[in-house]
């Protein structure tokens, strides 16, 4: 259980903001600014934290849709960045992606079994004579019946799109999946479905995970481990359990009683955040959480928290944790 | 016109039962743009003319008659016969047969070469962008119709036999003209390929052919089809100028601009108009139906063009 599939170490990814007559880099924007985690095989790991805190860019980091500005990332032990084009291609079915909106990640003029099918072709996983049973078997998999082999995206509702999505990385036999907010673009029922689809998939399959989401219920779902970001750092990561029942920093706190609990009898503490995320151009100083803090001292402002480990494989960036 | 009402009701019956995809919707937006239609009804009837028609003529090209030269339209010659008496008529199908010919080729080769060089430079954009793009704008701003002559003088010097002078035409009018669909589909590519579902290929690792071929190619090809069918108006014109000035296709081979050309001097211009009206006529005609083709064709594939 505790065999790593993927070591992210010390990973920055910043964006330029480039101006002036020149296009000179005036400035970046860390979306990943230094995060180290790992996730082990066959488990599967949320990320949490509200819109624009990177959660997106981590997982397109680890697949290497971006390339990184800084430090590390290790798929069964080798660095992704580091290989060659053409190896890292022959790489590319082992880890796969599953986007957040169903509508824009699937081309529009291409058929949906040969959206599904196609990618074996070109990896050489399957010759063209079986290509359309093995495509039709992954669909029926994923909950889409044969007859939607030949018709197009535009066909479909948003939830069977999101179905051909992952049948299209599932027929590769990937060891890795990186699901970006899978179901946020769906509706409450669809979601339903497809977060089971997921789970039966990762049981079946022994996948591996990592679940990124702003949705907390979602991931206690779905999730064995947890981390939170925010501002492009991890804050907490922690089993889910231990998450759940203890969480340290302040900003997990808020999240946490952010989730709605359908049952207007109950009543509870609402942490509510004032202001807004500061912009990850120019981060504050010391605790980047700092401007929002309700339990903010002096000392948060000057001094940036350490990422240690407080025992029992809870991590948490907070001086008061 | 009946039957045309006829078949627009069964359109529009079958496109309300079946879910629009992009081609059924753009095909529905073309049949109901009258002046579109008629475009296409000319140009049908004009090809049928030019390859069908020859076929009931009962005489046969470069059938010399010095006996019946210079007559004017009559029963025997509906348009009357030019200077070494052969019928008009027939030799102006049959140098529409040149004159389409040469331009739907010459258009072809365009279009291949300038959607091809046009992806790769949006697709890998640096270098190779650079290197394409300069190439585009060097030969944009090369002044055609002079390059065209030059080069027409130079198939006369070397003395290029009449017939195969013909595909060189189509050569050199198709290779000067790949320059604005290179830039249209280089634009087209740039802003696809940011596309979430480009991102997907590259996290399915397919092969640069494939992206570009099967996942960026189908998403361009309504402006490849606008863009070709108002070039291939275009390379008519290019041809019968170059053949009027006697340096595209030569004679004995008719073309409708050497046909014109027949009627260079004042006497046979103002006495013999039945010389250079028809095939003046064919191919404003030709010309005006394709622009009005292709005008409808971009309102029906390119809805957000129309209210610009």
């Known amino acids: 259980m505790s065999e790593a599939l993927v070591q992210v170490e010390n990973l920055k990814k910043y964006f330029p903001i480039t101006g002036g007559v020149f296009q000179r880099t005036i400035g970046n924007v860390k979306a990943v600014d230094g995060i180290s985690f790992q996730i082990n095989r066959g488990e599967s790991f949320g990320l949490v934290g509200e819109s624009g805190c990177g959660k997106s860019t981590i ?56 959206a599904i099918g196609e990618a074996l072709l070109d990896h050489n996983l399957c010759d063209r004579k079986h290509l359309k049973d093995r495509v039709i078997e992954t669909m029926q998999i994923c909950g889409l019946a044969s007859y939607h082999y030949d018709r197009f995206p535009h066909e479909f509702s948003g939830g069977q799109r999101q179905r051909i999505g992952i049948a299209r990385a599932l027929i590769m036999n990937p060891e890795f999946i990186v699901a970006d907010e899978p179901v946020s673009a769906l509706d409450v029922s669809i979601q339903a479905q497809i977060i089971n689809l997921l789970s039966d998939l990762q049981r079946e399959k022994q996948l591996t995970y990592l679940f990124i989401s702003h949705d907390l219920s979602v991931v206690e779902h779905l999730c064995n481990r947890v981390g939170v970001m925010y501002l492009g750092s991890m804050v907490e990561m922690a089993s889910k359990k231990e998450l759940f029942s203890n969480p340290l920093h302040p900003y997990t706190k808020a999240l946490m009683s952010a989730i709605p609990i359908p049952d207007p009898t109950i009543k509870r503490d609402r942490v509510v955040l004032q202001g807004d995320i500061p912009s990850p151009a120019n981060p504050p100083s010391g605790c980047k959480f700092h401007t929002r803090c309700p339990i903010a001292s002096e000392r948060c402002k000057q001094e940036a928290p350490a990422y240690r480990d407080v025992g029992n494989q809870h991590f948490v960036a907070c001086h008061f944790a | 016109m009946s039957v045309e009402v006829a078949s627009l009701e069964k359109n529009t019956k079958v496109s309300v039962k079946q879910p629009d995809s992009p081609w059924r919707a753009a095909l529905r937006r073309f049949t109901r743009n009258r002046l579109a239609l008629m475009g296409l009804i000319i140009l049908i ?188 108006a275009g390379a008519i014109l290019y041809e019968s100028a170059l053949s009027y000035l006697g340096i595209g296709v030569v004679p004995p081979i008719p073309s409708w601009g050497n046909m014109i050309s027949a009627a260079n001097n004042m006497i046979d211009f103002r006495k013999r108009p039945w010389l250079w009206i028809p095939p003046g006529l064919c191919i404003l005609i030709t010309v005006t139906a394709i622009n009005l083709i292709g005008d409808g064709l971009r309102d029906a594939l390119d809805p957000k063009m129309k209210n610009r």
């Open chain 1, 59 to 114: 997982g397109r980091t680890l697949l290497r849709l971006n390339d990184k500005t800084d430090g590390k990332v290790l798929f069964n032990g080798r660095d992704i960045h580091a290989l060659p084009k053409e190896k890292m291609r022959e790489l590319r079915p082992k880890m796969q992606i599953v986007f957040q909106d169903p509508f824009s990640s699937l081309n529009p003029r291409i058929k949906v079994g040969e």
């Open chain 2, 45 to 232: 009837f004009m090809f049928l003319i030019c390859f069908i028609g020859p076929l009931f003529s009962p005489y046969v090209l470069n059938d010399y008659d010095l006996e019946v030269k210079n007559l004017a339209p009559n029963a025997a010659h509906w348009l009357g016969t030019d200077k070494l008496g052969r019928d008009i008529l027939l030799r102006m199908m049959l140098a529409g047969r040149i004159s389409l010919t040469v331009g739907l080729i010459a258009t072809g080769i365009s279009v291949v070469i300038g959607a091809t060089l046009g992806a790769l430079a949006g697709y890998y954009r640096k270098g190779v962008d650079t290197f394409i793009m300069r190439t585009a704008d060097i030969f944009m701003s090369l002044p055609g119709l002079p390059i065209l002559i030059i080069l027409g003088a130079i198939l006369s010097d070397l003395k290029v036999d009449a017939s195969d002078r013909i595909y060189f035409l189509m050569l050199i009018i198709g290779v000067l003209g790949w320059t604005g669909l290179a830039r249209l589909v280089r634009g087209q590519i740039l802003t696809l390929r940011e596309m979430e579902f480009m991102q997907a290929t590259d996290a399915l690792g397919l092969r640069d052919r494939r992206k570009i071929f099967r996942h960026l190619m189908p998403n361009v090809i309504p402006i490849i089809i606008v863009s070709a069918t108002l070039g291939v």
